[in-house]
């Protein structure tokens, strides 16, 4: 089986992010990562996970994405990938893919990050909104958020709303409940994908509870 084509000039040295290409938003991150100095990849099916650097959860519709994941036969390496150390951003639909719990309603999900969800948990009247979070540091667009509705003990909060978690930490993954690819800044994808940050090696799935987050002071 072929890997998809990356993006990027051939035989060029940039580190190669995979983008979840199933369904939903990944071409805004794919400009995010660009923005950064990676390649991408669209991840379709096992082989094209092949070589990546780290690899971008998009937000979406996560009921559709896990038949799609379903389907492609990527349950096992995408958990296999993540579990193995690689820098991940998992963002909404993939905030909820990460979650260990799911709720309204309950889906499965690969439990990678040690929090619960709440499927379009900041409103379904109000479904898309935008606002800096509570440090002032990130525009936050909200598109049928979930919410965070637990935080365990070893996961980090990286950014809150209205006192609330919005964006954590665990090891060598981020999730947020918000999309950062929509703003121009790309934080969240410098915090883990910037090539001096790959260069320094990704840390591992569960750090110590109180490590500090790799989010720059200036988003
Ligand atoms: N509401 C969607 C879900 O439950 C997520 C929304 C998004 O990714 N923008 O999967």
Do not use: Y
């Amino acid at each position: 089986m072929h890997t998809a084509p990356d993006s990027g000039q051939v035989g060029s040295t940039l580190p190669i992010i995979g983008v979840l290409a199933l369904q939903g938003g990944f071409e805004a991150h794919e400009k995010s990562l660009h923005t950064i100095g990676c390649a991408t990849r669209r991840v379709r099916s096992p082989a094209d996970l092949q070589g990546l650097a780290g690899l971008v959860l998009p937000g979406g519709e996560s009921s559709t994405m896990l038949k799609l994941i379903g389907w492609n036969d990527l349950w096992e390496p995408l958990d296999a990938f993540v579990r193995a150390g690689n820098p991940v951003l998992a963002t909404c639909a993939g905030l909820i893919l990460a979650a260990s719990g799911v709720t309204h309603p309950a889906q499965k999900s690969f439990g990678w990050l040690d929090i619960d969800v709440a499927r379009n948990g900041w409103g379904r009247q109000n479904e898309s909104f935008e606002a800096m979070d509570d440090a002032q540091r990130l525009r936050c667009v909200f598109i049928r958020a979930p919410r965070i509705t637990r935080v365990g003990s070893a996961v980090e909060v990286i950014a809150t709303f209205g006192g609330e978690a919005i964006a954590v930490r665990s090891g060598n993954l981020i999730g947020a409940s918000f999309h950062p690819e929509l703003a121009e800044e790309a934080g969240l994808h410098r915090a883990l994908f910037a090539p001096e940050v790959l260069a320094a090696g990704a840390p591992l799935l569960h750090p110590t509870p109180g490590r500090s987050a790799n989010v720059p002071a200036k988003i």
